[in-house]
């Protein structure tokens, strides 16, 4: 390990209780990983002890409600201690006993619930508010207005799952939250607080729901329980279901910087023992659930005012994996301890491999939530899209086979590279071929732009995993029938990929795929017409107008990003703020009739009108290559079809479907 890493793994105290490095698993939605009564499953287990056992000194569960009436939630979707205390315990004992050996602390996140925010696949079309405020999600649904007597009962309950908590081996537990525009951070913003009582009207009185929970947690489990704060110190609103962009000028609707300020004074001062801090809201869920369009370290700036006014911990994440960059931030005082959500899901073992020196084997997070807040939107357990076993542990890993295999396969982008992966960790003895001289696929010219670097650091990742297991690489060698049969493989992984959709626009030599623009092979000169506002399209949309390049979209569909994904909210609201943001032409309902001398002429209902660009950029999705398939799939046994080579979809879906095929051979 560097010297200049050593103040990662410095001990420090959140109250009384030391931790063992500056590591915290940040708190994320447990989707999957508990049962109907509220208790945590096997698989919840086995969850957050794999994070233990890879160097976290602290663990964050994540959302953990404290009572299922007010609110009230379909189970199992999140934990509950009060539903069935004796199971609670029990299980929780489980889990506590085991991370403690690893020599890790664990902090139960403690949950108010969502109010506004609420998710209608959990909690219905109904839900509750601290004012009648128009809901998040569901058009024309006004919540309801919570009484005295429900905040009573709330309050009781904190301090009622916090004992149970400590009774089950936690070490402290964590208030979700006067952060993100949940029910917590309702009250405490006037644009969502219209009370008139004490709950309502001055700061002080906005806070008094999270004061009264600290001070009852207090009371309960002894002034030496930790109490930590999950807290915004800005929520980037700019109005109801807008949120306001990196750079962008705009009054700030929901808590301001300067009232930030001191409401982390006031609840500091009510007893809170650390603060988990970032910024944002369901209005900006951008900041709160940050893609790869945002910075590295993007909380920094907002935890250091923190830091100058606050004598507790302040904990910070935000894409805050890289060492150097965490190293730096608490050597400079913006933070004291750094949390690790969406790098844990992709790789458990971050705070180790960084101790042995050895974090080029990080296997990289791509922000791309697809296999977390993505799936969890979706009814879906918590997961990781580049990492298949995430959130299912102890059932989906990688056993040795039975009996050893040779095994080839074609293709060396990501499902090939998974492929080959899992089957040499498996004692499979392999063989990859690739047509060309690199690695990667589709995320080599996907991973160009340079908020895709963590694309290219995947592709990396892939190439040093292959070299360490000493797997075979054939690169600039298009496999044929022929050479398949010669090889004599005992089974064969076809992972071919796909090819980008094409379009003819009068034989115009100015009409381009985006691989060849991404790859530079093509240039798209000082103007550009894109064809096609899916991902692809948007990303290049994007990546050209940061060149100061002028661009239009032309998109058929009377929307943006309206074919493939799903994608996760917090990156389609993003995309789409960001087309807007950088001035971006966008064309709906539109289509490319045909080229001219000095640009292309659009076509919408009746109307034409000619367009002046440089080029044309086809995005129109990508079509399966599966020629060889075809060829040998009745000649020859034991032949698979993985990735885009059987159905093109995302990253994700590559690496899931090429890791169940590779560990049953």
Known sequence: MKAKYQNLFEPIKIGK???????????????????????????????????????????????????????KCALPSMPCPTLNLLNFVKTGKLMTERIHAHGAKIFLQLSAGFGRVSIPSIVGKTAVAPSPIPHRWIEGVTCRELTIEEIKTYVRK????????????????????????YLLDQFAISFFNNRTDEYGGSLRNRLRFAIEIVQAIKETCGQDFPVSLRYSIKSFIKDWKQGGLPGEEFEEKGRDIEEGIEAAKILEEAGYDAFNGDVGSYDSWYWSHPPMYQEKGLYLPYNEILKKVLKVPVITAGRMENPELA???????????????RPLLADSEIPNKILADEYDKVRPCLSCQEGCMGRLATYAAIS????????????????????????????????????????????????????????????IPGGVPDFKDDDRALAKWYANE???????????????????????????????????????????????????VLLGKEEAGESTII?????????????????GKKVTIVELQDGILKVGGPLCHANEDMLKDLVNFKNIDLRLNTSVASATDKGFILKSGDKEEVIEADSAIVCIGYVSEKSLYNDIRFEKPKVHLVGDASQ????????WNAYEVARNI
């Open 327 to 341: 190293s730096d931030s608490i050597s400079q005082g913006k933070t004291d301890m750094i949390a690790l959500g």
């Open 531 to 547: 064809i096609g506002a899916g991902l692809v399209g948007c990303e290049t949309a994007l990546w050209l107008a940061d060149q």
């Open 384 to 443: 990781c899209a580049v990492n298949p076993v995430c959130g299912r542990e102890n059932e989906y890993g990688i056993k040795p086979a039975e009996v050893k295999k040779s095994v080839v396969i074609v293709g060396g982008g990501v499902a090939g590279l998974e492929s080959a992966r899992v089957c040499a960790l498996r004692g499979h003895k392999v063989t990859l071929f690739e047509k060309t001289d690199r690695l990667g696929g589709n995320i």
């Open 158 to 181: 904190f301090a009622e799952s916090a004992a149970i908590a400590k009774k089950a081996g936690f070490d402290g537990v964590e208030i979700h939250a006067v952060h993100e525009g």
């Open 17 to 71: 209780l030391e931790i063992k490095n500056r590591f915290v698993m940040a708190p994320m939605g447990p989707g999957g990983l508990c049962d109907a009564d509220g208790t945590y499953n096997e698989r919840g287990v086995e969850y957050y002890v794999e994070r233990a056992k890879g160097g976290t000194g602290l663990i964050m569960t994540g959302v953990t409600m404290v009572e299922n009436d007010i609110e």
């Open 648 to 655: 093109v979809q995302n990253i994700m879906y590559a690496i």
């Open 466 to 516: 292959l070299e360490d297991l000493n797997i075979e690489v054939h690169y600039n060698t298009t496999v044929t029938k022929e050479i398949l049969k010669e090889l004599k493989a005992d089974e064969v992984i076809l992972a071919t990929g796909s090819t980008p959709r094409i379009l003819n626009i009068d034989n115009s030599k100015k009409v381009f795929t985006a691989e060849d």
